[in-house]
């Protein structure tokens, strides 16, 4: 299973942290990555990990503002997010899947395996 949180409100220009709580058998996926859903909006990429050579994939918009990372000791994958815009407000999500081999095809193919998600709200 996986539990994301540390989701809030935050003014633009500010920053969060998300984590992710992944249980043992999540950890042997391929890859595990972060996903948004905004308001009336389809749910979109947002960064994903290859978890057995720690390659990273980002989309533009996250580039240069948000971080993926994760702590093997805790189970836990991190999401940094920086500079934030109003435009990031929406429901964030992290998730996997057995059948991704890499970060670039998570993010792109989408994961089956979903978490809760966490509200992230960006007032301008």
């Known amino acids: 299973q996986l539990q994301a949180s540390g989701g809030g409100l935050v003014q633009a220009g500010g920053s969060l942290r998300l984590s992710c709580a992944a249980s043992?058998?999540?950890?042997?996926?391929?890859?595990i990555g972060w996903f948004r859903q905004a308001p009336g909006k389809e749910r979109e990429a947002v960064s994903c990990?290859?978890?057995?050579?720690?390659?990273?994939y980002y989309p533009d918009f996250a580039k240069d503002r948000f971080t993926i990372s994760r702590d093997k000791t805790k189970n836990t994958v991190y999401l940094q997010m920086n500079n934030l815009r109003p435009e990031d407000t929406g429901v964030y999500y992290c998730?996997?899947?057995?059948?991704?081999?890499?970060?670039?095809?998570?993010?792109?193919?989408?994961?089956?395996?979903w978490g809760q998600g966490t509200l992230v709200t960006v007032s301008s």
């Open positions: 998730a996997t899947d057995l059948g991704q081999a890499s970060s670039y095809a998570l993010c792109h193919r989408g994961p089956t395996e």
């Open positions: 043992g058998f999540t950890l042997n996926r391929p890859a």
């Open positions: 990990l290859s978890t057995n050579n720690d390659i990273t």
